[in-house]
């Protein structure tokens, strides 16, 4: 949706300003299906996106021979727990990243995830504590073992542990469009709930895009 539709379709959308049935809408998904869900294009085929364990889903790159080259995920997958210990301790040798291209070489747009810092205090010393975690001098005591990426984009890279962190950091200061997941965004009926069923649907292959765009649409709370 943010590759076909630029942030303000994006945000009409997360709104329900436009229809799931919206023909941008259905576009990036016939675009999504080229890519992912056409034979031959995901490892196990497309049911195995929908019944894979996404904690363990990019350890198939590392066998060998390779079984897959791709995997779209969030930098935190970087982190323990995720990929083995073996290929993180090499990592920047091990993995690479790039960003997937808009429609046109000026256009890089970039899905983004984010932490909140929340009060439940008045408490003067918690107020501090916020401010200053708000400021661009505050960074985690200890990057390498976080996914923690500043927001302010003269951020210095070179504090990040590794390589991959940096150009991640990098893609994210110098893309044109920046949104959060517009299924968080949403309302939870929708974004946890119809959302997530339909499009687990469409893509193990039990309904058409048609089917699970319209049935999305119908579910969003009057």
């Given at each position: 949706?943010?590759?076909?539709?630029?942030?303000?379709?994006?945000?009409?959308?997360?709104?329900?300003?436009?229809?799931?049935?919206?023909?941008?809408?259905?576009?990036?998904?016939?675009?999504?299906?080229?890519?992912?869900?056409?034979?031959?294009?995901?490892?196990?085929?497309?049911?195995?996106?929908?019944?894979?364990?996404?904690?363990?889903?990019?350890?198939?790159?590392?066998?060998?021979?390779?079984?897959?080259?791709?995997?779209?995920?969030?930098?935190?997958?970087?982190?323990?727990?995720?990929?083995?210990?073996?290929?993180?301790?090499?990592?920047?040798?091990?993995?690479?990243?790039?960003?997937?291209?808009?429609?046109?070489?000026?256009?890089?747009?970039?899905?983004?995830?984010?932490?909140?810092?929340?009060?439940?205090?008045?408490?003067?010393?918690?107020?501090?504590?916020?401010?200053?975690?708000?400021?661009?001098?505050?960074?985690?005591?200890?990057?390498?073992?976080?996914?923690?990426?500043?927001?302010?984009?003269?951020?210095?890279?070179?504090?990040?542990?590794?390589?991959?962190?940096?150009?991640?950091?990098?893609?994210?200061?110098?893309?044109?469009?920046?949104?959060?997941?517009?299924?968080d965004t949403m309302p939870g009926a929708v974004g946890a709930g119809s959302f997530w069923k339909e499009m687990t649907a469409w893509v193990s292959g039990q309904?058409?895009?048609?089917?699970?765009?319209?049935?999305?649409?119908?579910?969003?709370?009057?």
């Open positions: 949706m943010l590759r076909y539709g630029g942030s303000a379709k994006y945000d009409q959308w997360v709104k329900h300003e436009i229809p799931f049935t919206d023909p941008v809408v259905v576009q990036a998904g016939q675009e999504f299906e080229k890519l992912a869900l056409n034979d031959g294009q995901v490892y196990g085929g497309r049911k195995s996106v929908v019944s894979s364990a996404f904690a363990t889903a990019m350890n198939p790159e590392f066998d060998n021979p390779p079984k897959c080259f791709l995997h779209r995920q969030g930098n935190f997958i970087t982190q323990k727990g995720f990929l083995t210990e073996k290929v993180r301790q090499n990592i920047d040798e091990e993995v690479g990243v790039f960003q997937l291209p808009g429609t046109d070489a000026s256009n890089k747009p970039l899905l983004v995830g984010g932490d909140m810092a929340g009060a439940f205090t008045n408490d003067d010393d918690v107020k501090k504590a916020l401010e200053f975690m708000a400021r661009p001098e505050f960074q985690f005591t200890n990057l390498a073992a976080s996914g923690w990426l500043s927001p302010f984009k003269d951020f210095d890279l070179s504090k990040y542990p590794n390589q991959i962190n940096q150009e991640i950091a990098k893609a994210a200061y110098t893309s044109t469009d920046s949104r959060f997941d517009g299924s309904k058409s895009l048609d089917e699970a765009l319209k049935n999305i649409d119908e579910s969003w709370p009057s």
